[in-house]
C-alpha cells in the first residue's frame, strides 16, 4: 500500500498529536478533588466513556482522516498512455470573390466560422492557418492554442492583401514550406474554387509532395455578384457573377481526400473533420507509462465514522443517552444503502462521462437519465441535454436544457446559447431567436451573434414563404372568379390581345435593333482599351487597396510565404 499525497500526513499529523496531547493530560473536575476509587463509586453509569477515553477517540479519528486525506492505495499495474494529435492546415481564401453573398452573412464570413468550429470541435488537434489569394501568407503555424488561431482569424478580410485573382499553387507552395518536418501533410482548404477549370498541376504538385487535400467548398452554383465601391465588379462592361467553381473538387479527390459543399449549419465542417480523422495518420507527440491504482479511501473513512459514533454516544450523563444512541445507529444504519448508491453514483457519471467522450452519445444519454431518477442536479440536466443534442433529439434537449439554471451569468448565456440551437435545429425558429437575444443579453459572443442572424433570415424566408403560398392561392381564385366572370366576353378579349401581340412584336425588334447598336459600340470600346499601352504594373483596384491599407495604419499579423518560381497563368481570371 502506498499514499498518492502523503504531505497531508507530514503537515498535518505532528499538529495533531501536540493538540491531543493536551487534551489527553487534561483530567475531569471532580479529579482534583478525589481519587479515582472514588470517582469510580460515584458516578452513576460505570459504562459512560471518561473524559479522558473520548478524547482518544477524537485522536483516533483525527488520524484516520488524515490517512484518508493522504489517498491510500494499492498499485494495479501499469499502462501505456500516448498524446496523439493530427497536424491540420487551413488554407483560407481571401481573394474579393469571397465577399460574394450567395451564402449568408459572406463566403469570406461563413468561412470563418468554420474554422472557429473546426477548432471547438477538434481539441486535441494542432491547428495552423494559411491565407491565400495570388500568394500565400502565413496567419497561424500549427498549434494547440486554438484561442491564439481563432483570434487570428476574425482578423481576416479581403483588404490584408491587395494582389487579385486565385493561385492554389502558391498555396500548396507555402503549405509545403511551413510543414517541411512533416513527411504526410494534410491541408484544408475553404474556397469558392477561383476561376480555373483545369488543377492538373496543382494535383501533380501535391502527390510529389505528399500533401493530401480536402476541399469545403464556399458559394453556390447559381453565384451572387461582387460589390464595390462603387456598385458591383464588372467586365466589359456587365455585371460579373462570382459562382462556385466545383472543378476544385478533382484537387481533392485525386489527392486522396474528400469534397464537401459548404451549407450554412455546421453540418458540413462535422462532416469533414469525421472524414479527416478517418484519413489522418496521427502523430504521436508523447508516450508515457502510467500506474493505475486501486482507491483504499473508502476504509479509513468508514472507520472513522464508526469511532464518531461511539464518541459522541457517550457525552450525556443521563439513562436517556441510550435513546438518541439508538436514534443514531438507526440513521446510520437506514443511510447505508445511499451511501453505497452514493459510490456507485460517482462511478455512474464517470461512466457517463467516458461515454459522451467517446461519442457513444446513446450510452452516455441512458446512464445520465439513471443518475437523474434519485438526483436532481444542473450539471447533470445538462450534461444529459448535450447528450441528447449530439444524439440529434433536438426537441428532447431543449425541454432539458429549459431546466437547467444556474446563477453565474456567464455559464446561463450558455445553457440558452445551447438552447437556441435545439430550438433551431427543431425547427422551432421564433423561440430559438428569443433565445439567442437572452443569451446575448448575459454575454457577448461572436456565435451566438452569427447564428442568431442565420436564423432570424431563415425565419424572414420561411415567413416570406408562407405570404407568397397564401398570396398564390389567393390569386388563383381571383382568377377562377373572373374567368367565370368574363366568359361572355371571350370574343372581346381575343380582338384585345391580337392588337397586344402585334404591339409587343413591333416593341420587341425595336429593343433587338438598339441591342446591335450597344454591342458594336462595347466592342470598339473593349479594342480600344486593349490597344491603349499602360505603364503601371498595378491595377487601379489593387493602388486603392493599398492607398487603404497604408491609410489605415493597422499593423499585420500575416508572414508571406515563399512563391514558386513562375505564378500559373489562369486566362480564365476575372478581375478578384
Not at 470517582?39 to 478524547?55: D, F, P, Q, Y
Not at 482518544?56 to 499495474?77: K, N, Q, S, T
Not at 494534410?186 to 494535383?203: H, K, Q, T, V
Request: aromatic fraction near 8%; proline fraction near 3%.
Amino acid at each position: 500500500m502506498t499514499f498518492l499525497h502523503p504531505e497531508f500526513i507530514y503537515y498535518m499529523l505532528p499538529p495533531l498529536i501536540i493538540l491531543f496531547a493536551l487534551f489527553l493530560s487534561q483530567k475531569e473536575k471532580q479529579a482534583v478533588f478525589f481519587s479515582d476509587e472514588v470517582m469510580e463509586k460515584l458516578r452513576v453509569n460505570s459504562k459512560r466513556l471518561s473524559l479522558r477515553a473520548r478524547n482518544a477517540l477524537f485522536f483516533i479519528i483525527g488520524i484516520l482522516l488524515i490517512f484518508a486525506l493522504a489517498e491510500p492505495v494499492i498499485p494495479d499495474g501499469k499502462i501505456q498512455v500516448q498524446a496523439k494529435s493530427a497536424d491540420i492546415m487551413i488554407g483560407l481564401d481571401i481573394s474579393d470573390s469571397m465577399l460574394a453573398t450567395d451564402v449568408y452573412p459572406s463566403r469570406l464570413e461563413l468561412a470563418k466560422h468554420k474554422i472557429l468550429s473546426l477548432a471547438a470541435l477538434a481539441p486535441t488537434e494542432r491547428i495552423g492557418v494559411v491565407a491565400f489569394a495570388k500568394a500565400g501568407y502565413l496567419v497561424s503555424p500549427l498549434s494547440f492554442d486554438h484561442d491564439a488561431v481563432s483570434f487570428l482569424v476574425k482578423q481576416l478580410s479581403t483588404n490584408s492583401i491587395t494582389e487579385k485573382g486565385t493561385d492554389f499553387m502558391q498555396l500548396l507552395s507555402g503549405v509545403d514550406e511551413s510543414m517541411k518536418d512533416q513527411k504526410k501533410r494534410y491541408l484544408l482548404i475553404l474556397s469558392d474554387g477561383g476561376d480555373d477549370s483545369d488543377f492538373s498541376e496543382e494535383i501533380a504538385y501535391a502527390k510529389e509532395h505528399h500533401i493530401m487535400v480536402f476541399v469545403l467548398g464556399m458559394g453556390t452554383s447559381s453565384g451572387a455578384p461582387i460589390k464595390s465601391d462603387t456598385g458591383f465588379v464588372m467586365q466589359k462592361g456587365k455585371i460579373i457573377i462570382s459562382k462556385l467553381n466545383s472543378s476544385i473538387s478533382s484537387l481533392a479527390t485525386e489527392t486522396g481526400g474528400v469534397y464537401i459543399e459548404g451549407v450554412n449549419s455546421d453540418r458540413d465542417i462535422e462532416k469533414m473533420l469525421s472524414e479527416i480523422e478517418t484519413k489522418v495518420q496521427q502523430k504521436t507527440l508523447k508516450s508515457q507509462m502510467i500506474t493505475k491504482f486501486i482507491p483504499l479511501f473508502h476504509i479509513p473513512i468508514g472507520f472513522a465514522l464508526f469511532l464518531l459514533l461511539l464518541a459522541i454516544s457517550s457525552m450525556s450523563k443521563r439513562e436517556v443517552v441510550h435513546v438518541p444512541s439508538a436514534f443514531i445507529v438507526g440513521l446510520v444504519l437506514a443511510a447505508s444503502t445511499p451511501s453505497h448508491a452514493g459510490l456507485l453514483d460517482f462511478k455512474l457519471l464517470g461512466d457517463a462521462k467516458k461515454a459522451y467522450e467517446n461519442a457513444d452519445f446513446q450510452e452516455s444519454t441512458s446512464l445520465y437519465k439513471k443518475y437523474l431518477k434519485d438526483h436532481e442536479s444542473n450539471e447533470a440536466n445538462y450534461n444529459l441535454a448535450s447528450s441528447l443534442y449530439k444524439n440529434k433529439k433536438y426537441s428532447e434537449a431543449a425541454d432539458i436544457y429549459k431546466k437547467v439554471n444556474l446563477t453565474d451569468k456567464v455559464k446561463q448565456a450558455g445553457v440558452l446559447y445551447n438552447l437556441a440551437n435545439s430550438y433551431a435545429k427543431s425547427g422551432e425558429l421564433q423561440q430559438a431567436v428569443e433565445m439567442y437575444k437572452q443569451s446575448l443579453a448575459l454575454k457577448s459572443d461572436a456565435d451566438a451573434k452569427i447564428n442568431k442572424e442565420i436564423v432570424e433570415k431563415l425565419l424572414k424566408e420561411q415567413q416570406e414563404k408562407n405570404k407568397q403560398n397564401r398570396d398564390q392561392n389567393q390569386k388563383e381564385q381571383d382568377q377562377s372568379n373572373k374567368e367565370k366572370n368574363n366568359q361572355g366576353n371571350s370574343q372581346q378579349n381575343k380582338d384585345q390581345n391580337k392588337d397586344q401581340s402585334k404591339e409587343n412584336q413591333d416593341r420587341n425588334q425595336q429593343d433587338k435593333e438598339k441591342q446591335k447598336n450597344q454591342n458594336k459600340q462595347d466592342q470598339q470600346n473593349e479594342e480600344n482599351s486593349v490597344n491603349k499601352p499602360s505603364n503601371s504594373s498595378m491595377s487601379n483596384k489593387e493602388e486603392q487597396k493599398w492607398l487603404q491599407r497604408l491609410n489605415s495604419g493597422t499593423p499585420t499579423h500575416m508572414y508571406k510565404l515563399g512563391t514558386t518560381k513562375t505564378q500559373k497563368d489562369n486566362k480564365n481570371e476575372k478581375p478578384w
